[in-house]
């Protein structure tokens, strides 16, 4: 069947017209996706704002930030220092440092200087596997498995300490610091990396003295990333570091951290509307704001000493 050129023109015309709109629409539609985030993340402040503002109507904020007992459960006199919560807190973050940062930059190290295409090819899906165990796993192995193992060196450890699921924590974010690390030393250049060669360098000279030094803002974002993230895991801690709110640094005994003691109320520990309901939001936004300042760190750091080539 024949067209016109009129009725071409027209139809022209009414697609052109089509596309126009969808034009129109679309950066609508992106700004609104875009905002979802903004508008979600107020929503979180707003939520802990209101009911941490509540807590702090029954219970001082000087003596929450200042106690060093916590024991909310208590009948006669209960206690809310939130430091008990914090030193748990960090005890498993150390903990989970102190084997991740090694690991992780090693493994960074050997996937970017070392490693020949087919081994990164290999050793790269590994890591995100291990990436993507669920976190509840990992607290169960850290309970049935690395406890245990940990027992037969250290003879009194108790079933629940905090030892195990630090180390496990810190299995847990191996993979996001050497992947984040990776990428910060892939993109120095290799023009670098061949300069220092032919100054008679040695890979290991090359990879501490030139790659370490030019990609050190990425490095220490993906390690203030990885400690955000040691300090805001959850079922790990709550599987095998027990409910014990301690004071101090104290690998081989029982602790509860803030993540934890939320996940304790949240079972139905508490009724709604008591102080100790209202408590979960104070630790909420503790740790709402331990994190946001470990990101803004994580940030400023980036921008700071970025090396642009």
Same mark, same amino acid.
């Given at each position: 069947?024949?067209?016109?050129?009129?009725?071409?023109?027209?139809?022209?015309?009414?697609?052109?017209?089509?596309?126009?709109?969808?034009?129109?629409?679309?950066?609508?539609?992106?700004? &609104?996706?875009?905002?979802?985030?903004?508008?979600?993340?107020?929503?979180? +402040?707003?939520?802990?704002?209101?009911?941490?503002?509540?807590?702090?109507?029954?219970?001082?904020?000087?003596?929450?930030?200042?106690?060093?007992?916590?024991?909310?459960?208590?009948?006669?006199?209960?206690?809310?220092?939130?430091?008990?919560?914090?030193?748990?807190?960090?005890?498993?973050?150390?903990?989970?440092?102190?084997?991740?940062?090694?690991?992780? &930059?090693?493994?960074? +190290?050997?996937?970017?200087?070392?490693?020949?295409?087919?081994?990164?090819?290999?050793?790269?899906? +590994?890591?995100?596997?291990?990436?993507?165990?669920?976190?509840?796993?990992?607290?169960?192995?850290?309970?049935?498995?690395?406890?245990?193992?940990?027992?037969?060196?250290?003879?009194?450890?108790?079933?629940?300490?905090?030892?195990?699921?630090?180390?496990?924590?810190?299995?847990?974010?191996?993979?996001?610091?050497?992947?984040?690390?990776?990428? =910060?030393?892939?993109?120095?250049?290799?023009?670098?990396?061949?300069?220092?060669?032919?100054?008679?360098?040695?890979?290991?000279?090359?990879?501490?003295?030139?790659? +370490?030094?030019?990609?050190?803002?990425?490095?220490?974002?993906?390690?203030?990333?990885?400690?955000?993230?040691?300090?805001?895991?959850?079922?790990?801690?709550?599987?095998? =570091?027990?409910?014990?709110?301690?004071?101090?640094?104290?690998?081989?005994?029982?602790?509860?951290?803030?993540?934890?003691?939320?996940?304790?109320?949240?079972?139905?520990? =508490?009724?709604?509307?008591?102080?100790?309901?209202?408590?979960?939001?104070?630790?909420?936004?503790?740790?709402?704001?331990?994190? &946001?300042?470990?990101?803004?760190?994580?940030?400023?750091?980036?921008?700071?000493?970025?090396?642009?080539?």
């Amino acid at each position: 069947m024949k067209i016109t050129i009129r009725e071409r023109i027209k139809k022209n015309k009414a697609k052109q017209s089509y596309q126009n709109t969808i034009e129109k629409a679309m950066p609508l539609l992106f700004f &609104l996706m875009a905002s979802l985030s903004i508008l979600v993340t107020l929503g979180i +402040i707003y939520t802990l704002l209101r009911e941490t503002i509540m807590f702090f109507t029954h219970i001082s904020l000087f003596d929450f930030i200042t106690g060093t007992e916590w024991y909310p459960f208590f009948e006669n006199n209960p206690s809310y220092g939130i430091w008990p919560l914090l030193s748990g807190t960090f005890t498993i973050a150390i903990i989970a440092m102190l084997v991740a940062v090694p690991i992780g &930059l090693a493994s960074a +190290i050997y996937l970017s200087e070392y490693a020949s295409d087919r081994s990164r090819r290999i050793l790269k899906p +590994i890591l995100e596997v291990l990436a993507g165990v669920p976190t509840v796993v990992y607290g169960l192995f850290a309970l049935t498995f690395v406890t245990p193992l940990m027992q037969t060196f250290v003879t009194d450890l108790p079933i629940f300490n905090a030892l195990s699921p630090g180390i496990v924590v810190g299995i847990m974010i191996i993979p996001q610091i050497t992947s984040l690390s990776q990428e =910060a030393m892939n993109a120095v250049p290799q023009s670098v990396r061949d300069g220092a060669y032919a100054l008679g360098a040695t890979r290991l000279e090359v990879a501490l003295k030139i790659v +370490i030094p030019g990609s050190f803002s990425g490095i220490v974002s993906s390690l203030v990333l990885g400690l955000s993230r040691a300090i805001g895991e959850t079922m790990i801690v709550s599987t095998a =570091a027990g409910s014990t709110p301690n004071l101090g640094f104290t690998p081989t005994e029982s602790i509860q951290t803030m993540t934890s003691y939320i996940v304790q109320v949240s079972m139905g520990d =508490a009724t709604f509307g008591s102080t100790i309901y209202y408590s979960i939001y104070a630790v909420g936004m503790t740790l709402f704001l331990f994190t &946001l300042i470990m990101n803004i760190l994580a940030n400023h750091i980036s921008r700071k000493y970025r090396e642009v080539y």
